[in-house]
Structures are given as structure tokens and as C-alpha cells.
């Protein structure tokens, strides 16, 4: 597969699966793998709170995930604090901060795409190295 093929399917799997259900307050989200090797992660919240979470996937330490096929968390760490962390709009004041775990709630992830999932993953984390 090329590069666009791998970057395409990470996308459509993690689009799929990305489960917003569990976040009431939850108004929009985006979340992507880029052609430069980021896995991004923006949530919009109703009063529009938003936060951010970026990392170089050439960071990635480890990929669990822990539930059902119906649901479950992906979770997602790195060597160090290498994840961004930026909350806007918070009433307790914007935060920058780092982090070496992100958690990402899933629906239908069967072992098939899991595996293929970590696959793609594996495959940015080497290329940008």
C-alpha cells in the first residue's frame, strides 16, 4: 500500500470508530492522521470550550485497547511527554501542557480492524523517523 493508501485508511478507520457517545456536552470533533506523521485530535464542546491533542506518531510508544467489540477505549502512548495538550475558551483559563497517554473511546472496533488500525500506526511511526 502507499503512503495515501495507508493515510486514507487510518482516517476512515479512525472516523468510524471514534465514539463521541460517552461526552453529552460534545458539539463537534475532528480527529486525523496527517500527511506529516500527527495524529490530531479536536473536540468542540457546546459552549465553546475546545481542546487539542497532537502527537508525532514517530512517538508512538505502545497502542492498547481495553473493552468490547461494541465499545471500548483505545489508548494511546508515547515515549515521554510528546502528546500536546491545549484546552481554549475553558473558564478555568487556557492550559498548554504535555502528556504521555491519550484515550480514545471507540465503538465497533473488531480485532480485524484493531490489528489493521496498529498496522497503519506502525507504518507512520516508522516513516517518520
Not at 465497533?108 to 523517523?129: I, T
Amino acid at each position: 500500500m502507499s503512503d495515501q493508501d495507508w493515510l486514507s485508511w487510518a482516517n476512515r478507520c479512525l472516523t468510524q470508530s471514534y465514539d463521541p457517545s460517552g461526552d453529552a456536552k460534545l458539539k463537534k470533533w475532528e480527529l486525523s492522521v496527517t500527511g506529516d506523521y500527527f495524529l490530531r485530535l479536536r473536540k468542540t464542546y457546546a459552549k465553546g470550550k475546545q481542546e487539542y491533542y497532537s502527537f508525532n506518531l514517530h512517538h508512538l510508544n505502545d497502542m492498547n485497547y481495553l473493552g468490547s467489540t461494541a465499545s471500548g477505549t483505545l489508548t494511546l502512548k508515547t515515549i515521554a511527554d510528546d502528546i500536546i495538550v491545549q484546552t481554549y475558551n475553558d473558564r478555568s483559563g487556557d492550559v498548554d501542557s504535555m502528556t504521555t497517554v491519550l484515550n480514545i473511546p471507540v465503538k465497533n472496533m473488531e480485532p480485524e480492524r484493531l490489528d489493521s488500525l496498529r498496522d497503519a500506526l506502525n507504518y507512520f511511526k516508522a516513516k517518520g523517523m
